[in-house]
């Protein structure tokens, strides 16, 4: 379950920066990789966790936004605002198969989503949000 949901996640963020202008998907939790940051504003899945709760897959993870030339932080807070409006709470996001088909799962956000203070990184300012989720059969939580 952990590769189909982190996956998943990263399918998700993917699908909702599809349609921002100059912003790309990054692999922050592969900082050990390499260091020098494209010059281009970023948005990716770091920390990312998954434990097994049960009958329930629960994940934590964030989601970095760094922006380049943005003095007054104007699509670094239409980035956050997009992710707020996506992750809220009881909102969902499907789970799938390496092949890209459904697994009939899908990950519902609990109540809450944390956006941290403004920080710098690699001289970019950087903003993380804290989501947490359930993964359970499709329909299935939160109770109706």
């Known amino acids: 379950m952990y590769k189909i949901a982190r996956n998943s996640t990263v399918r998700m963020v993917v699908d909702t920066i599809r349609d921002l202008d100059g912003v790309q ?28 709760n049960d009958q329930f897959h629960d994940l934590s993870f964030g989601i970095a936004i760094m922006t380049v030339q943005d003095p007054s932080l104007t699509r670094s807070t239409d980035y956050v605002d997009t992710f707020y409006r996506r992750l809220q709470a009881h909102k969902k996001f499907a789970m799938f198969e390496d092949d ?15 956006a941290s203070p403004m920080g710098r990184v690699d001289m ?19 109770p109706a």
């Not at 922050?28 to 504003?41: C, K, M, R």
């Not at 890209?100 to 944390?114: H, Q, W, Y």
């Open 100 to 114: 890209g088909s459904t697994t009939g799962f899908e990950a519902v956000c609990f109540d809450g989503i944390a």
């Open 25 to 52: 998907y990054y692999e922050f939790d592969a900082h050990a990789e390499g260091f020098v940051l494209p010059n281009t504003d970023l948005v990716g899945l770091v920390g990312f966790s998954c434990v097994e």
């Open 124 to 142: 970019r300012p950087t903003v993380e949000l804290a989501v947490t989720a359930r993964v359970t059969q499709a329909g299935m939580w939160p």
